[in-house]
C-alpha cells in the first residue's frame, strides 16, 4: 500500500526527471540551439549601387531577411568572406562605424555581421581569420549591418546575412584568394 507521502515523493521524482529530460533535449543541437532565424523582412527599395566590388545590389519590392543574431562564436566559427572597400566614395558606403573613419584598401580591416559585431563590443578587436590554409590577422572596425540596407549609408545593397566577414581588398591579398569570387567560407577567431 502507497501513502500519501508517498505517492508526493515519487510524483515529485517523476516531475523533476520529465524536467531535467526536458531542459536536455532542448540544448541538442537538433533543437535550435545556436540557431540564428530571421528576425524579420525588409522591403527592398533600388537606389544608386555603387559596383566596384560587384554587390548585390536591392531590387523593389523583394523581401530580404533581417538578422539580429549570429552563430555563436567558436574557437574556430565558421563564416563567409566576402569582398568590400573601406575607403570613401566605394562599395562600403558612408564610413566605419567604430571610428568614424575611412579605410584604406590596403589596411587589413573588416566588418562583422550584426551579431558578430556585438554592438560595436568587437571594435578594434584583432580577428585571425583563415582560408585554404592560410591565416590572416584583421582589425574589427565596421558592422555589416544584418538589420538596415536598401538606403544610402548601405550602398543600397540588402542586410547582410548573419555570417559574414567583409574584409578589405588586404585581407583578400594576404590570404591570397582571388577577389574577383566575391565570397568564400572561411573560419575566424578572436585573437
Known sequence: ?????????M???LLVAL??????SSLRPSAGLGVCRPSGYLPGRSG??????????????????????????????KAVLTLNSFEKGK???????????YHSDEEKVVALSTGWFSNMARCGHRIKI?????S?????????DSVEGCDEDHNFEPPCDNNIV???????DALGLDQNIGMVDITWSEE
Open 130 to 134: 583563415t582560408a585554404n590554409g592560410n
Open 166 to 172: 567583409d574584409a578589405s581588398p588586404a585581407v583578400w
Open 48 to 77: 544608386n549601387c555603387e559596383k566596384s566590388n560587384d554587390p548585390d545590389c536591392c531590387e523593389d519590392g523583394k523581401k530580404y531577411p533581417q538578422y539580429r543574431c549570429s552563430p555563436p562564436v567558436t574557437a574556430n566559427t
Open 11 to 13: 510524483a515529485m521524482f
Open 19 to 24: 524536467s531535467a529530460s526536458q531542459m536536455a
Open 91 to 101: 562599395d562600403g558606403g558612408g564610413p566605419s562605424e567604430c571610428d568614424n573613419a
Open 1 to 9: 500500500m502507497v501513502t500519501a507521502r508517498a505517492a508526493a515523493a
Open 136 to 144: 590572416v590577422y584583421a582589425k574589427v572596425v565596421d558592422e555589416c
